[in-house]
């Protein structure tokens, strides 16, 4: 099975700051890589897909990159709205499997 | 407006069964590959299992293979999750996930349901 590794576990932030969480694949997986946003008491919500397409309806403040094995979610000016936690996820092999998640917390 | 709406969690014993049920509207059922991903409580995401949209393919999590069984009726436009052999380690919310895009299974799950509860006690 593929594992995927999320840095950092939960991360303190302002509104306003830049946010930048990597996620990383045990074996190559190309571009199959997805990033969601899961709130509290509620279902994830895809944000990113195949790495970096921004999912329609989706703040263009996220955006994705990486390929093979390193990926990168950035929040560029984080927002009230965007304290949750962030899944990545591998798309490439069964079984999928998704990161640990990182929270993103208020500073 | 898109609509997941899953049902049939509850509390089983170890060892029992359960049948989840995913009942879908607003788009075209038949034309979508349909996954199930759980949550254990204060844990991370964990993909179950999958249905490709023309019924041909499916895929398991290792922890569950061989005791759930992901199966849709399009003409009831419902996604099923049938669970046996429980274990204590199967409690989570159970959610359905659509495929982002018809035709294909790409394996980005867009949109989600709200989940179900489901309890296996020690």
């Known amino acids: 099975d593929i594992q995927m590794t999320q840095s950092p576990s939960s991360v303190s932030a302002s509104v306003g700051d830049r946010v930048t969480i990597t996620c990383r694949a045990s074996q190559d997986i190309s571009s199959w890589l997805a990033w969601y946003q899961q709130k509290p008491g509620k279902a994830p919500k895809l944000l990113i897909y195949a790495a970096s397409n921004l999912q329609s309806g989706v703040s263009s403040r996220f955006s994705g990159s990486g390929s093979g094995t390193d990926f990168t979610l950035t929040i560029s000016s984080l927002q009230p709205d965007d304290f949750a936690t962030y899944y990545c996820q591998q798309a490439g092999r069964y079984p999928l499997t998704f990161a640990g998640g990182t929270k993103v917390e208020i500073k | 407006q898109v609509q997941l709406v899953e049902s049939g969690g509850g509390v089983v014993q170890p060892g029992g069964s359960l049948r989840l049920s995913c009942a879908a509207s607003?788009?075209?059922?038949?034309?979508?590959?349909m996954h199930w991903v759980r949550q254990a409580p204060g844990k991370g995401l964990e993909w179950v299992a999958v249905?490709?949209?023309?019924?041909?393919?499916?895929y398991y999590a290792d922890s569950v293979k061989g005791r759930f069984t992901i199966f849709r009726d399009n003409s009831k436009n419902t996604l099923y999750l049938q669970m046996s052999s429980l274990r204590v380690e199967d409690t989570a919310v159970y959610y359905c996930?659509?495929?982002?895009?018809?035709?294909?299974?790409?394996?980005?799950?867009?949109?989600w349901g709200q989940g179900t509860l489901v309890i296996v006690p020690s």
């Open positions: 249905l490709s949209y023309d019924g041909r393919d499916e």
């Open positions: 607003k788009f075209t059922f038949n034309s979508y590959s």
């Open positions: 996930a659509r495929e982002r895009s018809d035709y294909v299974t790409r394996n980005w799950f867009d949109p």
